[in-house]
C-alpha cells in the first residue's frame, strides 16, 4: 500500500509545472495569475467563474500547498495574488517585501476533520487520548499534508499533539505536499483515515466526516491574501477587490468557509 501512497503522491507533484507551461502561452498573457491554496480550488474556480460573467475577464488560478506557492513565489515566479491558507506564510514573504502590505486582507476561515472514505463505518470521537491508533489498525494509514510545512498539516500535527495522540500515529502517517493530496488518498480508499480542511470534506462526495477537531486545539485556521509586490498586471487588483466584495462571497460560503473580512 505504501508503494501505491508513493506512486500516486508522486503523479500529484507534477501538477505544478502544468502551470508553468500554462503561463508561457500568450492565451494566458494577459489574466491576473493567482497562486491559491489548494483547499480553495472549488470556491475559487466558482469566483473566477462569477467573475468572468460580471467582468468578462478571466483569472488563471495555480493550486499547491502554500508552502510552495510561497518559495516559488520568493523564487520569481509569475505571480500577481497570493492566497494561503495560512498567516505565517503571507508573513514570509511580508517580510521580504515581496508583497503588497496595503493590499493584504484575511478573508476567510476554515476548519479540520477527521475523513474516512464514504463506505467506511471508522466512528470515534475526536477528544483527548482518542484510540486513532487502534482505529487505523495495524497496517492503515493517517493521510495528512506535510506536518512541516503545509498549512494543513501544521494545523493537524498541532491538534493531535493538543489532544495527546499524535506520538501514537505518527509512525502511521502518510505525508503529502498539499491537502488535496491527503483527500485524495482517502477518497480512493488507499488510506482509512485523513486529516483534511472542513470545506474539503464538503468538496468530495467520495468521503465522509468523522468528526471535527477542537477549534481551541489548534491555531486559528485563516486564508489571508494579497497583491505580489512586483506584480504590473492591471487587472490583479481588480479580481483582488472582487473577492473581497459581496458578489464572491456566496462561492465561499457554499463550500463551507467562514467570511472573516467584511464585503465590499
Do not use: C
Not at 488518498?185 to 468521503?207: K, N, Q, R
Not at 485563516?222 to 490583479?236: R, T
Amino acid at each position: 500500500m505504501l508503494l501505491r501512497f508513493i506512486a500516486r503522491f508522486a503523479a500529484i507533484a507534477i501538477l505544478p509545472l502544468v502551470f508553468q507551461a500554462a503561463a508561457t502561452d500568450p492565451a494566458f498573457a494577459d489574466d491576473a495569475v493567482v497562486f491559491a491554496a489548494a483547499s480553495l480550488k472549488n470556491a475559487l474556480d466558482d469566483a473566477a467563474v462569477l467573475y468572468k460573467e460580471r467582468t468578462g475577464e478571466a483569472a488563471t488560478l495555480n493550486y499547491a500547498g502554500s508552502a510552495t506557492l510561497a518559495k516559488q513565489i520568493e523564487q520569481a515566479a509569475p505571480a500577481d495574488i497570493f492566497f494561503s491558507a495560512n498567516i505565517d506564510w503571507m508573513d514570509y514573504l511580508e517580510k521580504r517585501n515581496l508583497i503588497d502590505s496595503d493590499s493584504r486582507v484575511t478573508l476567510l476561515g476554515n476548519a479540520i476533520v477527521l475523513v474516512a472514505p464514504k463506505e467506511s463505518d471508522a466512528a470515534i470521537e475526536i477528544a483527548p487520548d482518542m484510540p486513532l491508533a487502534e482505529l487505523l489498525g495495524s497496517d492503515g494509514h493517517l493521510a495528512m499534508a506535510n506536518v512541516d510545512s503545509v498549512p494543513a498539516g501544521l494545523y493537524g500535527k498541532a491538534a493531535l499533539e493538543h489532544l495527546g495522540v499524535w506520538d501514537t500515529v505518527v509512525d502511521k502517517v502518510v505525508q503529502t505536499d498539499n491537502v488535496r493530496s491527503a483527500l485524495a488518498f482517502v477518497a480512493s480508499g488507499e488510506a482509512p483515515l485523513g486529516i483534511v480542511y472542513a470545506t474539503d470534506a464538503t468538496a468530495e462526495p467520495a468521503v465522509r466526516m468523522v468528526g471535527a477537531f477542537p477549534a481551541d486545539s489548534h491555531p486559528p485556521i485563516l486564508y489571508p491574501v494579497a497583491l505580489i509586490a512586483s506584480s504590473e498586471n492591471p487587472d490583479a487588483p481588480a479580481f483582488l477587490d472582487f473577492l473581497r466584495s459581496d458578489a464572491a462571497r456566496p462561492a465561499f460560503k457554499e463550500q463551507g468557509f467562514s467570511l472573516v473580512a467584511p464585503g465590499t
